[in-house]
């Protein structure tokens, strides 16, 4: 059973920098597409980013020229390096992963498989 781990989520202000961290266990993150999503209090989970199984990357509109996907493999982790973060980034961050798809990714929930538990970003103002 694969399993998915975040980790690297905290409180930093306007203008900083967190990397989450998503570790997979039990196979080789290069066998998913994997996506980050977000979801803020009150609101409905948005995709943020994704990285295909052949190493394409996609970016949301609010996180493009902010926000760097990129993995591991010999780490077995995919990261969301997130910079010139705002309060609007604040939001519980989820990592999935989509057995599915390989040239291509996608922000559609659906389509994911396995989720990991999630990390808080917080960004103060």
């Known amino acids: 059973q694969a399993q998915f781990v975040e980790s690297g989520g905290g409180l930093v202000q306007s203008g900083g920098s967190l990397r989450l961290s998503c570790t997979a266990s039990?196979?080789?993150?290069?066998?998913?597409?994997i996506g980050w999503f977000r979801q803020a209090r009150g609101e409905e989970r948005e995709g943020v980013s994704c990285?295909?199984?052949?190493?394409?990357?996609l970016y949301a509109g609010s996180v493009k020229g902010r926000f760097t996907i990129s993995r591991d493999l010999a780490r077995n982790t995919v990261y969301l390096q997130m910079n010139s973060l705002k309060p609007e980034d604040t939001a519980v961050y989820y990592c999935a992963a989509d057995t599915a798809s390989l040239y291509a990714c996608s922000f559609s929930s659906n389509e994911y498989e396995y989720w990991g538990q999630g990390t808080q970003v917080t960004v103060s103002s």
């Open positions: 039990g196979i080789p993150v290069v066998s998913y597409a």
């Open positions: 990285i295909s199984r052949v190493g394409g990357t």
